[in-house]
């Protein structure tokens, strides 16, 4: 680093934008996080039960939490048992769904005191298959990948020797290979090591038959065929079912470690972490690192940063203009590094790899512990960091929640214009079809403000559904939904542009005397003709009864009790009895319906207010058989 990149290190300050903690009193520590058009995914583990969490015990479970843009939560959820679980990596799959990876040692999952614990879950978070693997001893998984093939690879470390996925133990903890099918079966497992302790984190196909493995190693002989020093950045080459190739160590005379990946476009594997050795740590006792990995294996280290303290870096990613976007955590006071705050501060660059030159480097943080694990671009020139806040908030100028909270800030350097970014994220309706008899098809139809069906999605029996809504759609739009063998639902949603809106629908199963009340199915004050925009109902009813052609329907009409009393039982009737002349119209057997009027005897809103009489002034159907 040249003496004028150093001298702007000095001089360089940013602008936070926009600060948002998440997590109760106890300790919520982030270890993920990814970007998408729609928000921010926030991936770690929790010890709270209060604020932001609503659970039982004191306990570590995986916590996900889904924002939009602003940050604003969409949806959260746990993950866990009774004792601890904590999360170590995540890795997002093709069909939206994630990978969630770490340790368990819940009584009713772990086999001895700590199993490696893998969850898949659906795009929306609900898990469709976990499990638990190890022995006696300490079982953990710290990385994932996926293989060209579409297998699940899931790295850690192995510490039981009674175990049956370790049958050849090399001293030590050995690095540990679970190999998975998409729908969670065990396919195949491998351990490698030597005698003292080895572990593997980061998971790279190169092609469909090489994969490369990367983790850390202190030992000198088994697998491991150079030695450098106390620990080893370690790279293990392995064929597709997982057997040992080749391995090959860098990094120095002290203590390295990887954290995470990225391939250039050119091909290059390029590893971020932290080393202790002299020579890589040129700043202080430990420095960030960013190693450059041909494909034969050499590692050269292109740029390491920091000063006198301790540094690391946890992310590192690629941009469309060529730089490197880097985060990590600080606790340097000189060097390139701006300022310290506390005991450790959040740290982002972006570094010029072609000029081999800094293009910002900013510390962020209280007087506590603070780290990043991640660091996006937003819009109009601003940055996100996320990562995990210890500091007070009176420290940072945001409302904190307690001992550890997930930690988003929003900010920019102060050569762009320090204005929080118009907001470009799709409109997106999702959520769950949940039927009453499990796993059920199911389809909705989406209507305008105006009634008019502008599109449709089919459900499979996994439920989830995802609709992107146009522009042309107001601020309201209306779902029908249906579901074979269930009584079909009409539901609004006043639109919150730019984000998820999140509908958990319920459908029940048909059964007799099983009723629905069917709001826009309007009339007139005193009349029994039917208005226009009850046709939109009145079309969605006609669909569910074309699709279960066996129920006999009752139509009940009711009033609001304002007309005159000797009237409201024939105005009642006249209001059944005008819906069931549509549907016969349409082409349905009129021996399918009978009809009854309430007239004002079963409201279900106050008739004092118009809104109530609105609601009373109705028509419900009955199953009757």
């Given at each position: 680093?040249?003496w004028?990149g150093?001298?702007g290190?000095l001089?360089?300050?940013?602008?936070?934008?926009?600060?948002?903690?998440?997590?109760?009193?106890?300790?919520?520590?982030m270890?993920?996080?990814?970007?998408?058009?729609?928000?921010?995914?926030?991936?770690?583990?929790t010890?709270?039960?209060?604020?932001l969490?609503k659970?039982?015990?004191?306990?570590?479970?995986f916590?996900?939490?889904?924002?939009?843009?602003?940050?604003?939560?969409l949806?959260q959820?746990?993950?866990?048992a009774?004792?601890?679980e904590?999360l170590?990596?995540?890795?997002?799959?093709?069909?939206?769904?994630?990978?969630?990876?770490?340790w368990?040692d819940?009584?009713?999952?772990?086999?001895?005191?700590k199993?490696?614990?893998?969850?898949?879950?659906?795009?929306?978070?609900?898990?469709?298959?976990?499990?638990?693997v190890?022995?006696?001893g300490?079982?953990?998984?710290?990385?994932a990948?996926i293989?060209?093939?579409?297998?699940?690879?899931?790295l850690g470390?192995?510490?039981s020797?009674?175990s049956v996925?370790?049958?050849?133990p090399?001293g030590g903890?050995?690095?540990?290979?679970?190999?998975?099918?998409s729908q969670?079966?065990?396919?195949?497992?491998?351990?490698?090591?030597?005698?003292e302790?080895?572990?593997?984190?980061?998971?790279?196909?190169?092609?469909?038959?090489?994969?490369?493995l990367i983790?850390?190693?202190?030992?000198p002989?088994?697998?491991?065929?150079?030695?450098l020093?106390?620990?080893?950045i370690w790279?293990?080459?392995?064929?597709?079912?997982?057997?040992f190739?080749r391995s090959?160590?860098f990094?120095?005379?002290?203590f390295?470690?990887?954290?995470?990946?990225?391939?250039?476009?050119t091909?290059e594997?390029?590893?971020a972490?932290?080393?202790?050795?002299?020579?890589?740590?040129?700043y202080?006792?430990?420095d960030?690192?960013i190693?450059?990995i041909?494909?034969?294996?050499?590692?050269?280290?292109?740029?390491?940063?920091?000063?006198s303290?301790?540094?690391?870096?946890?992310?590192?990613?690629?941009?469309?203009?060529?730089?490197?976007?880097i985060?990590?955590?600080?606790?340097?006071?000189?060097?390139?590094?701006p300022?310290?705050?506390?005991?450790?501060?959040?740290?982002?660059?972006?570094?010029?790899?072609?000029?081999?030159?800094?293009?910002?480097?900013y510390?962020f943080?209280g007087?506590d512990?603070d780290?990043?694990?991640?660091l996006?671009?937003?819009?109009?020139?601003?940055?996100?960091?996320?990562?995990?806040?210890?500091?007070?908030?009176?420290?940072?100028?945001?409302r904190?929640?307690?001992?550890a909270?997930f930690w988003l800030?929003?900010w920019?350097?102060?050569?762009?214009?320090p204005?929080?970014?118009?907001?470009?994220?799709?409109?997106?309706i999702?959520?769950?079809?949940?039927?009453?008899?499990?796993g059920t098809?199911?389809?909705?139809l989406?209507?305008?403000q105006?009634?008019?069906?502008?599109d449709?999605?089919s459900?499979?029996?996994?439920?989830?559904?995802?609709?992107?809504?146009?522009d042309?759609?107001?601020?309201e739009?209306w779902?029908?939904i249906?579901?074979?063998?269930?009584m079909?639902?009409d539901?609004?949603?006043?639109?919150?542009?730019?984000?998820e809106?999140?509908v958990?629908i319920?459908?029940?199963k048909?059964?007799?005397n099983l009723?629905l009340?069917l709001?826009?199915?309007?009339?007139?004050?005193?009349s029994?003709?039917l208005?226009?925009?009850?046709?939109?109902?009145?079309?969605?009813?006609?669909?569910?009864l074309?699709?279960?052609?066996?129920p006999?329907i009752?139509?009940?009409?009711?009033?609001?009790?304002?007309?005159?009393a000797?009237?409201?039982?024939?105005?009642?009737?006249?209001?059944?009895q005008?819906?069931k002349?549509y549907l016969?119209?349409?082409?349905?057997p009129?021996?399918?319906?009978?009809?009854?009027?309430?007239g004002?005897?079963?409201?279900?809103?106050d008739n004092?207010?118009?809104?109530?009489?609105?609601?009373?002034?109705?028509?419900e159907?009955?199953?009757?058989n």
């Amino acid at each position: 680093m040249s003496w004028l990149g150093l001298l702007g290190s000095l001089l360089w300050a940013q602008t936070i934008l926009r600060q948002k903690c998440y997590g109760g009193t106890m300790a919520d520590v982030m270890v993920r996080a990814y970007q998408d058009a729609g928000g921010y995914w926030l991936f770690g583990h929790t010890r709270s039960k209060d604020g932001l969490l609503k659970r039982k015990a004191f306990d570590a479970d995986f916590w996900v939490v889904r924002t939009d843009r602003m940050g604003e939560v969409l949806w959260q959820s746990t993950y866990g048992a009774e004792g601890d679980e904590e999360l170590n990596d995540v890795l997002r799959l093709s069909d939206g769904g994630w990978l969630l990876v770490g340790w368990t040692d819940s009584k009713s999952l772990s086999h001895g005191k700590k199993d490696a614990f893998i969850i898949r879950t659906d795009a929306l978070g609900k898990p469709l298959w976990q499990k638990a693997v190890g022995g006696i001893g300490n079982d953990m998984a710290f990385g994932a990948g996926i293989h060209p093939d579409g297998t699940l690879w899931v790295l850690g470390q192995i510490g039981s020797y009674d175990s049956v996925l370790h049958p050849k133990p090399y001293g030590g903890v050995d690095a540990w290979l679970l190999r998975f099918s998409s729908q969670g079966e065990l396919i195949g497992h491998a351990t490698f090591g030597g005698s003292e302790n080895d572990y593997l984190r980061l998971c790279i196909p190169l092609s469909p038959d090489t994969v490369w493995l990367i983790g850390a190693s202190d030992s000198p002989d088994g697998h491991i065929q150079n030695p450098l020093g106390r620990t080893d950045i370690w790279l293990v080459e392995v064929d597709k079912s997982g057997h040992f190739r080749r391995s090959w160590n860098f990094g120095g005379a002290d203590f390295e470690e990887p954290y995470s990946y990225v391939c250039s476009p050119t091909g290059e594997i390029w590893v971020a972490g932290t080393s202790f050795s002299a020579g890589a740590a040129s700043y202080g006792r430990a420095d960030g690192c960013i190693w450059r990995i041909d494909i034969t294996g050499v590692a050269e280290l292109v740029w390491s940063g920091g000063g006198s303290g301790d540094e690391g870096l946890n992310f590192l990613s690629y941009t469309s203009s060529g730089d490197w976007l880097i985060a990590g955590m600080s606790s340097s006071r000189n060097g390139l590094i701006p300022h310290l705050a506390g005991l450790y501060d959040a740290w982002a660059l972006r570094w010029e790899r072609q000029r081999d030159s800094l293009v910002f480097c900013y510390t962020f943080g209280g007087k506590d512990v603070d780290s990043w694990v991640a660091l996006f671009p937003a819009e109009e020139g601003a940055y996100v960091g996320c990562g995990t806040t210890a500091s007070p908030g009176d420290q940072l100028g945001i409302r904190t929640f307690g001992n550890a909270d997930f930690w988003l800030v929003w900010w920019s350097p102060d050569s762009v214009s320090p204005t929080f970014p118009v907001i470009n994220a799709p409109t997106v309706i999702t959520g769950y079809l949940l039927t009453e008899v499990k796993g059920t098809p199911g389809k909705i139809l989406f209507r305008n403000q105006a009634g008019r069906v502008v599109d449709s999605v089919s459900i499979s029996s996994s439920g989830l559904f995802r609709w992107e809504v146009p522009d042309s759609i107001g601020s309201e739009v209306w779902l029908s939904i249906y579901a074979v063998g269930h009584m079909w639902k009409d539901v609004s949603i006043r639109l919150r542009r730019n984000r998820e809106n999140r509908v958990d629908i319920y459908l029940e199963k048909l059964r007799p005397n099983l009723r629905l009340p069917l709001f826009n199915i309007t009339f007139e004050k005193g009349s029994a003709k039917l208005l226009p925009e009850a046709m939109p109902q009145l079309e969605a009813l006609y669909r569910f009864l074309v699709e279960n052609p066996a129920p006999r329907i009752e139509i009940a009409g009711h009033t609001d009790g304002t007309s005159l009393a000797e009237s409201e039982i024939q105005l009642s009737r006249g209001r059944a009895q005008a819906v069931k002349e549509y549907l016969v119209s349409r082409g349905l057997p009129k021996d399918r319906f009978t009809i009854v009027g309430y007239g004002k005897s079963r409201p279900i809103a106050d008739n004092a207010t118009p809104e109530g009489q609105r609601r009373n002034r109705r028509v419900e159907i009955r199953i009757v058989n």
